[in-house]
Each structure stands twice: as structure tokens, then as C-alpha cells.
């Protein structure tokens, strides 16, 4: 029984099923006043019709699974000008385990992405098809994917079919909008070279330290890891390295801003390939640098809490029927 | 300062806004069904109507290429001609025909302003209401038939709009109409069910739509009142014989009697005659020719039969002079029983005797009539003799052309017809040789109805055409009653009536039917005759079986399926019951299909049902190994059962091919779940 229930709550009408309602009272109407076989034929058909139609809606996305393949994250928008990506991306894998194919479907993230819909293409009978969702612009945080809701009006557009799936994950990562004219980069904190960090050019080996995520795989240790031993970097001496603390306390004004500063200073770093680490109130990171340390740092910028984005439902869309008043 | 619609378009004009999420194919395509959907329409709406719609829909296909709105002003234009054009087609926007062409001209301005996904959806569904309008029109058969592939692309259309949800080209029509095909396989239990069973109401309830011209023959005979009707080819009456076919040359079909002689004018005239009683009709006996009509509408009251009818349908009555009238105009078409007796005794009461031989006095009348019917003597059957020895030696000739009289008088007009121009048809003469014989002092009346018919071999049934339309005498003889007279049979290449049922093997009517254009084209080819007549029959059966299923050709329907002690709600409720059941096994097979395509997934289905009954449900989307992670969690002591469970899965689901034998896996696997008991 709960399941009749809930197959009935995933399916609507539309105003499409209100226009085929009046297209067959009309017919029946003309037949009966008119004693015209014809007329009530032609209803009859469009009724029968849209009832195997409602079969073939709801087998159509009965078989339909979702999974997110992968997210990419995106900055919030700025003061504009930057080249950085605003839209973070979704890619969504949706398979049809039946044996009918899957048609007509749209993806919709109602906690998300409240109002926005993707269209897929056709998915074969047992095939699978990966899309690339681009998000409308958010604002920093992390925002939890929530419901994936898979809709289709597919046959002839009298009913939707919902089906709501709830994915495993931690949610989409917004950083900070880097600042257009940021602050100088304090030289006193830790200077743009020599202190602060451990020099790692030259010649001559000075020993190991843990690999980290993103760095180089130039210089690990492969025999140790051969061995059985985690992953090691080699160290060489002589030359000189920079390499910098980005300090939350260097700045100051508002957190938000001083968050932005930080993205800015970090892109910066990255760009010049300086090794730097972050220092945050909560804490502060290894030193690093490459994709995977950038992104380790400003998800912990994304998720400094502060203003943190809060999603909100979608405010209903009012009814005709519904007696509520909006408050 | 710009109007209001006109920043609104410029708006439009920049941002480029065109027609959202609708594709120019999908756009295309259900043009192009509206568009074979308003070809019927076409002589109904008017040139300038139809095209309106056309230009509508090339404007609509214009602003989807270019992703530009149509301008505003094209469309206050159009909407501005189309609606006049409705005024100067049919000089009114009430009524039938008027109330079409209103309907097409707003719908071309609707095509117009199709703008995005919702309002194709809107467009598509008012494209069902021009199905309506096309079967107002007409519903034969070949119109029908038309009006169901136009129905059949309108759902392929919508699906193909809905399946691809935007991304066009994606899926090819054929599978489309493939689908389309099979729905309509499935439906068509239901639609069966729903047809045979939904309460049929009475007759005559609600408005009256349809309101189709008068056309045929008239109640009244007057020079050239036949004239328009014998160049009319359509359909008047179709007549199976159920019991028997009277096998007699040619037939005459009863129409009206005309009681009223003015001369070469007769009409109904309004006399208090006693009107016959219908006869108890005895199915048994041979005597009563039993006959199921099915008739055009004419806008008349006039119900046709056999010559002499004597029992008629419910709402009708015998008129005096023995005719069918309905109590209603038959402003529909109308299948209806009747019966008939060639033979009949009658008497002739002395109030009819009277009207039947009512003529003005003598002196308002031309002396030369007089002469004439005063040269002939002997009794009534010598002096009916007398009168068609006239007709046949005093120069008369059939023609279609008479012309018209100037006289306003009825017997100036018979005096000129007679003694002068000595040319008419079938409504001249008969007018003129009952005149005469009342004249002449025997009663006498003129008869309108139609004579002959075309046997269909392929449907056993007889069509009768308005070119059939005729008109005849009768005359009252002592001793045999009234007896009847086609007066045109004497009149030198006068028309004989005839039944076209020799035509189908007799090689000299044939010829002879070509010549009198008859059958026309397909009397050249045979094999065409006979399509033509298989065709004929196909639209019999339609308008018996689906067009003329009423009230009471339903309940002759439950009485022959034993059901004539129930109620037509009850019956329904029951069939309504039936098409459930029939969805129910629809859904069940259509289901059943996916269940037997993935025995591993119903299996897998089948054990997180069990799990469930006592950890939470697995999530959608949710991996074996989370789910198998969070049960654990609850329940640590299910780890020795799932573990292999879950493992055996996971090898025969994404590694199948490091099994020895998957099957024996599967079997394996399948009752290790229904084993299981958490």
C-alpha cells in the first residue's frame, strides 16, 4: 500500500491532462448531443490512449538509476572580470536498467538548484549516459547536493513522472570570489623568499619528507615504495626554494573579505608556483603546491564558517485550490 | 512615444527571442498534421480562412528558423483578415459552419504565438478539437478514416515532442510510430469496451450542432423543383432488405404524398385526412417487405421507404396517403426500420375522395383542359388510358431543360405545359397527368420519393441517390384501389426508372449505364467498380456499427448478449470494471518484462527487501558495499551471512566473467537469498 502511495505522489497531472479533459467532455458532449458515433469514438480513443500512456509514463523512469560521476567545484562571483569558472559542474551518470530505453527525461536539484532542469538525451534499453550539468552561479560554501529529482512527461505530456533520488555525497564546493585589486602580499609574514618554508632546489640530497597530495612525482622515493614504504619525497639542497605561510591573521576587516583575500593570495601562489601553506583559526596546512593542495586549501576557505550559504526550499508555487495564504 | 507592443517586440528583436525548447523539426511536424488536420475543413472555412492558417503556419516556421518573434503587427493583421473573411464566407459568426471557421481563424493567430514547450502542448491538444470541427463536417468513412491517421500523428507527434525533451533529432519517427502503433494495439480493449458499453443518451439532448443544409427533394412539386436535385450525385438513402428482397423493377421509394393540385403545381395542401394506423407487423409473414434504412440528413421530416410503407419507426407516424413523417426534422443521419406491403387493401373514405379531386370551378380554369378531359369518356380506367395515350402520341419529350413560366398560375402553367412547350421531366408529368385525371373526374394524387437503386453486391444493400429523385401518380380505380401511374414511362425517351443491380453483369446495361453517365469512369474498369463497391460496403457497416449506435441499437446489443434485465449504468459499471482489469494486465505484462530481463537485480531487489524488514531501506543509488556497511552497523551479527552474499553479488554483477559457471552462480546466489532469514 505504501508503495501505491507512492508511486501516486510521483505522479502529477499536468495542464496538459486539464487540456485532453476538455478536449474529451467536448467530444462526449458532441456525441451524446449529436447521437454521433464518430464523436464518441474519437473519445473514447483519446482516453484509452492516455491511459496507456500513464503505463508507459511511469515504466518509462521506472528502471532509471542516477549516480554523480564526478563534481567540479567553482568560485562565486565576484566584482567580475576574473576568467575563473562560476558554474560549478555536475557529471551525472543516469542508466536505464530496462529494457525499453528511457525518454523525455530531466534532471532537476529542487534543494540545489531550485527551478533550473536538464534535459537528457534518449538513453538506450540497459545503457548508460554520462551528461555535464553546469549549475547556475552560488555563493561560497558547500552545498549539499540534496535530492536529484528525475522528471519526465514523456508520452504524450498529460503526466509527470517524478522520481526522486537521494545520492551519497558531500555536496558541491563553492570557494571564495578572489579580490580584483587584492592586498600586497605582507612581505614581513614570511617574506615572498628564503624564510618560512624549507628550500628544496639544488643538487645535493638532504633527505626525505612525506609526498604530498598534488606535488610533483619527480622526486619520489621509488624503491622505498616498492618496498612497502609510504611515499616519500627526496630532498636536495644548495639551491634556494620559497616557500610561504598565507596567514589568515595578516589581514584584517571583515571575514568574509579577508576569506576572499586569502582565494586571491593562493591563486596567486599558484600561479608563480610558490609552495605555500594556510594558516586558518582553526588551523594551518603542510606546505604545497599543485591542484590538489589548491583545492585541499580553498575547500577549507569554501567551508570556513562565517556566512555560511544555508540552502532554502524553493518557496511552493501557490494553487488555485490551495486556501493558504502565503505569509 | 511607442506603443506598448511595440518596445515589447523590440525587446524581442534584441534578445533574439525566438520559440524555447522547441526544435524546428518537432515545430514542422505538427504543422504539418494541423495542416493535413484543416484540409477537410477547406471548403467549409473558405479560401480566405484556409488561407490565413496557411500563412500562420509558415509564419510560425519562420520565426523558429530564425529564432525571431513573428512582428505583432502581422499578427493583429491577420487575425483582423481572418475574422472578416469569416463575416463575408458566411455572412454571421453564429451556427454551425460559422462557428468552425471562427474556431480555425483564432487557432491560425494561437499557431502564431506558439512561444515555448507549454504552448506546443496547448496547440497540440486544441489540434485534437479540429478533429471535432472536421467530424461536424462530415463522418462517413474515407473522412473518418483521414481523421484517424490525423489523430494517430498527433499522438506520434507529441510523443517524438516529449521523448527527446528538447534535444532534437534523437529519436527517428519510425520508432515513434512504432510505439504510437503498439499503444493504440494496447488501447484498443478499452476503447472497444468504453464504445459498446458508455450510456448512450437520448436522442435529441443538448444543443443541436449540426446544422446541415437542406438538400434533396422537396415537399412540393413545381416546374423545375426536381431539376437541381437529379444533377445532385450524393448519397440520399441506403436500404437493406431484411427478410426478403421484393425482387421487383424498379423500386419506388415513397417520399410525400401531395393532396394540393393547383395545376402544374402540387403541394402537401392541409386537409383534417384521417392518417392510417400503423400494422401490427407479422415478422413471419412474406407479405411485409422488411427493410433498415439508413438515411442522409435532409432538413425535411420525410422518413423514405419501400412503396407502400405501413409500419415505421418509434417518433414517427403513417400520414394520410400512407408516408413516414418524423416527429423531428432529420437534420442527422438516420437509420431507422420500416416495413412495407406491395398489395394493400384500401378503402377510400368519402373525405378523400373529396380532396382528391378537388379542382378550382370551371370557369377560373382554360378552356382548352376542359376540351381535353371532355374528349375522354368511358370509366376511370378507360379515361387513365386516355390520358397516357396523350402523354405517349401528342409530340411530348422528356428533358431536363423546360425552362421556366412566366404564368403564376398553376393551370395556365399546365395549359402552356400541355398544348405549347410539350417539354419537362418527371415532376411535369406527374403534376400534369394527376391534374388531368382529376380534371377528368378520378381521384388522383402526385407522389414524391425516388425511384430505383444501385445494388451493392459486396454489402447486399441498395443505394439510392438524390439523382434518383422522382415523382409520380396515383389514381383511385374502383376495385384495385389506388393504383400507381409514372406518367414519364409513356413520354417518348422518357427516364425509366430502373434498379442498377443488372448493370454489375449484363454487358449491354453496362454500356448503356456509361452512356447515361450513371456510374461514369469506373464503369470502364470492373476491377475499379468492384473496390468501388467494397468501398461502399466498408462505409455501410461504419455507419451502421459506429455511427448509428444509439440507445437503441445499444440495447438490441445487451438483449443479444443476454443482458435484458439489467441496467445500462449496471452493464457500464461492469465493462468499466472489464477495461480495469484489461489496464491492470496491461501493466502486468508491461512490467513483467523487466523483471525478466535482470533475474540477478530481482534477486538482489529480493534481498534488500529482506534486509529491510529489519534495518532502514536501502537508499536509491545506494552502493552494495555502503549498504552492506550500514547494515552491519546495526547488526554485526549478519556479518557471516551477508559477506558472501554481498561478495557473490558484487562478482556476478561487475565480474561475471571470472566465474566458472555464472548460471550455477546465479541459481546459487538466488537461493542463498530466499534462505535468508535476518
Known sequence: ?327 | MSPGWMSTYRRRLAHGEGVEGVGFRDGLSLMIVLFAGIIPLASTVGIPVFACFTTAILLFLRSIRRRRATPPFLRYALLLVSLSSVWLVHGSFVGMEPGVTLFVSLFAIKVIELRNRREYQTVASLGFFLLLCNLFISSDLSSSLWQGVVFISLCAVLQRFHADAGEEGTIPMRLVLRRVGAMLMMATPVILILFFFFPRLPQGFGMQLFHKQTTGMSDELSPGSVEEVVADGSLAFRVRFLNHDPKMAPFYWRGVVLWQSQGLEWTRGSYALEHPRFLRRRGSDQQFIHQEVILEPHGGRWLLALDQPVYGPEHSRLEAGRYLLSRSPVDQRRLYEAFSVVDLDEQLSAMEREVALKVPAREKLPPRLLELVGQWKGDDRAKMIEAQRFFSTKGFTYTLESGSYDNRNGWRMLDEFLFERKRGFCSHYAAAFSSLMRLAGVPARAIIGYAGGDFNPAGGFYSIYQSDAHAWSEVWLEGEGWVRIDPTRYVPGGAEPRNRVEAATSEESEAEAFTNGQAGFTQQFPALRRLGYQWAALNYRWTLWVLGYDRDVQRQFFNSLGLRHFHTVAIFGAALLVAGLVMAALWWWLMRWRQREEPLLRAYRQLCKRLAEVTPERRPGETPSAYRERVLALRPDLRPALDPLFAQYQLLRYAPWKLEDPKAALSTFREAVAALRP
Open chain 1, 1 to 327: 500500500m505504501a508503495k501505491v502511495r507512492e508511486a501516486l505522489r510521483s505522479v502529477s497531472l499536468t495542464s496538459g491532462a486539464l487540456q485532453l479533459g476538455a478536449v474529451v467532455a467536448t467530444f462526449l458532449y458532441a456525441g451524446a448531443s449529436q447521437n454521433n458515433g464518430s464523436a464518441y469514438l474519437l473519445a473514447f480513443s483519446s482516453v484509452a490512449i492516455a491511459a496507456v500512456g500513464g503505463l508507459f509514463a511511469w515504466r518509462n523512469l521506472a528502471e532509471v538509476n542516477v549516480r554523480i560521476v564526478d563534481l567540479s567545484p567553482a568560485y562565486a562571483e565576484g566584482d567580475g572580470g576574473e576568467t575563473l569558472p562560476h558554474s560549478p559542474q555536475i557529471r551525472l551518470s543516469v542508466r536505464d536498467l530496462g529494457r525499453r530505453g528511457c525518454y523525455g527525461c530531466r534532471v532537476a536539484f529542487p534543494e540545489l538548484a531550485p527551478g533550473s532542469q536538464w534535459s537528457i538525451p534518449p538513453i538506450a534499453p540497459s545503457a548508460t549516459r554520462e551528461v555535464v550539468l553546469s549549475l547556475p552561479p552560488m555563493p561560497r560554501g558547500l552545498h549539499p547536493i540534496g535530492t536529484v529529482q528525475v522528471e519526465s512527461l514523456y508520452p504524450f505530456g498529460f503526466l509527470r513522472v517524478r522520481r526522486p533520488f537521494s545520492l551519497d555525497h558531500d555536496g558541491i564546493v563553492i570557494y571564495p570570489a578572489p579580490l580584483l585589486n587584492p592586498p600586497p602580499f605582507p612581505a614581513s609574514s614570511s617574506g615572498w623568499e628564503g624564510s618560512g618554508g624549507v628550500s628544496a632546489r639544488g643538487d645535493d640530497f638532504i633527505g626525505v619528507r612525506p609526498y604530498q597530495l598534488g606535488e610533483s612525482q619527480r622526486h619520489v622515493d621509488w624503491k622505498a615504495v616498492a618496498r612497502g614504504h609510504p611515499m616519500k619525497v627526496k630532498q636536495f639542497g644548495g639551491g634556494t626554494e620559497t616557500a610561504n605561510l598565507v596567514d589568515w591573521d595578516a589581514l584584517s576587516g571583515e571575514p568574509e573579505w579577508k576569506l576572499r583575500a586569502l582565494c586571491t593570495w593562493l591563486l596567486e601562489h599558484e600561479r608563480l608556483g610558490i609552495r605555500y601553506a594556510l594558516k586558518l583559526p582553526g588551523g594551518e596546512s603542510p606546505f604545497g603546491k599543485g591542484a590538489a593542495h589548491l583545492h585541499q586549501q580553498l575547500r577549507r576557505l569554501a567551508t570556513f564558517p562565517g556566512a555560511p550559504f544555508t540552502p532554502t526550499a524553493p518557496p511552493r508555487r501557490r494553487r488555485w485550490w490551495s486556501k493558504r495564504r502565503a505569509s
